[in-house]
């Protein structure tokens, strides 16, 4: 495994702690009844330039012919890694803007929840598991 390989798979595992972690900040403000911290949204902003820095690895590990080795759908490793989870992020700011105006972390932590299961699966199949 090269240095490129290996910075791609240790920052795909901070990428699922970072949702998780983010899951339940979310759950504990909102049993708390509390505004979230500041660092809530940092920590929110730092996982999203995180995703896209790790969709731009990604993406140079695929044109460069590095691609998960195992049998299936390879596919669903950057389905799971990255599209899914951008989506849900862009339905998340949208929600927080629009409907969820009062309590704009309910859909982050949602859309963090999806986004750790999304992208544990993501290491899953890019380990071949």
């Known amino acids: 495994m090269d240095a490129f390989t290996e910075i791609h798979l240790y920052v795909g595992w901070s990428i699922p702690i970072g949702f998780g972690i983010l899951t339940l900040w979310s759950a504990w403000v909102f049993v708390r009844n509390r505004v979230p911290h500041d660092w809530y949204w940092n920590l929110l902003g730092i996982l999203q330039v995180v995703v896209g820095i790790q969709f731009i690895v990604g993406a140079i590990l695929f044109i460069s012919g590095r691609r998960p080795v195992f049998e299936g759908a390879t596919w669903l490793h950057y389905v799971y890694g990255a599209f899914f989870p951008a ?28 986004c750790c299961g999304l992208t544990v699966r993501a290491l899953m199949t890019g380990l071949g598991m």
């Open 87 to 114: 989506a849900l992020l862009l339905f998340a700011h949208n929600a927080a803007r629009n409907r969820f105006s009062e309590v704009p972390f309910v859909p982050f932590g949602i859309a963090a929840l999806l």
